[in-house]
Structure formats: C-alpha cells, structure tokens
Nanobody, 116 residues
Framework: QVQLVESGGGLVQAGGSLRLSCAAA????????MGWYRQAPGKQRELVAT???????NYADSVKGRFTISRDNAKNTVYLQMNGLKPDDTAVYYC??????????WGPGTQVTVSS
C-alpha cells in the first residue's frame, strides 16, 4: 500500500504564502507522478500541479507564476510552495500519487483559507 499525509495548510491573508508538504509511506518505489489537487466548496476537484521529475512539471493556468511544486525523492515528499495567495485559492488541498501497483492514491487533505 501507499499512504499519503499532507501538512502545512492554514489561514493566511491575501498576498501571503504557505508551503504544503506531502509525505508518502509504504510502497513508495511504485510511485511515478505526484501532485496536488484542490476542491473548493461547491466545486469539483481540480488539478493544481503535478511532477514526475524535475523537468516534467505541469501547472494549472490559475497558479502559474505563483505556485511551485517540487519533489524530494530521498524523503518521498512532494511540496507545494504557494505565493501571492488569493481568496480564490481557498480550498481543501489534496496530495495525489500515481502508483503503478495501486493506481491513484489520495491523502486526506489539508485546508487552505485565504482571507481578503
């Protein structure tokens, strides 16, 4: 199995920054892509950013230039540095890992709230 645990969410004012972390445990050798998704109240879950390797990264248009995803394979951890936060970024942020054994794995989520 693969388990994911997110941390780093919280309440921040508009324009502020937060750094999310997601630590993977278990059969981490089976993980290929890792990423972050978010779900705001009343909306569908949407992609924020994904990373396969240092040069294979994808961002949603809404976060390009503000968010940075990175990955430390030695620590089995993926990070999301969020700068220039806006109230529209308020959501539950979920870590995702693609495992070639177990398929898509999700963390429990961490709340990010941006006040105006």
């Amino acid at each position: 199995q693969v388990q994911l645990v997110e941390s780093g969410g919280g309440l921040v004012q508009a324009g502020g920054s937060l750094r999310l972390s997601c630590a993977a445990a278990g059969s981490t050798f089976s993980i290929t892509t890792m990423g972050w998704y978010r779900q705001a109240p009343g909306k569908q879950r949407e992609l924020v950013a994904t990373i396969v390797s240092g040069d294979n990264i994808n961002y949603a248009d809404s976060v390009k230039g503000r968010f940075t995803i990175s990955r430390d394979n030695a620590k089995n951890t993926v990070y999301l540095q969020m700068n220039g936060l806006k109230p529209d970024d308020t959501a539950v942020y979920y870590c995702n890992a693609a495992s070639y054994i177990y398929g898509a794995v999700w963390g429990p989520g961490t709340q990010v709230t941006v006040s105006s």
